[in-house]
């Protein structure tokens, strides 16, 4: 039994849109695997802590950011001259975080920062870089959605992009 022209035509049709939605299928896949290295995660110091041995994230391996307030008193140059090491805390955590480079002439104790870079074997933070907010009425939103959270949030107003 032979197909009439228009089944036929609407058979060609489905097999066109199921070979273009394959094609969509795997080009979303391997977009998506090519940048699975690139994305960089966000988490408050207690969130760190909390998550250290999460086999999903494997902390250790990889880069994310980490934001909170520069911890009072924690500041201090190390010999070298050139490396900073500080601890950033959200409230409940805290996490020493080492730096070798020049700081934002904003950034100061008490002051919200974000810091970029990855675990050390030490359990050290380890960042590439630090980003100090840049007025009286600015917070990262990272940051300040981590303190809210954590319910140490003293800003007057909502965190500005």
Known sequence: MALSPARAR???RLGVVIIAAAILGIAVAL??????DTVVFFFGPSEVISRLDDPKLRLQERRFRMGGLVEEGSVRRLEDGKTTEFR???GPGAFTVRYTG???????EGQGVVAEGRLDDKGRFIADEVLA???ENY???????????????????????
């Open 10 to 12: 609407k058979r060609r």
């Open 31 to 36: 977009v998506l695997f090519a940048l699975r």
């Open 88 to 90: 950033i805390t959200d």
């Open 102 to 108: 020049l700081l934002p002439d904003l950034f100061r």
């Open 133 to 135: 907010k840049h007025d």
């Open 139 to 161: 917070m990262p939103k990272e940051v300040a959605d981590a303190l809210k959270k954590t319910g140490h949030w003293q800003g007057e107003s909502e965190a500005k992009p």
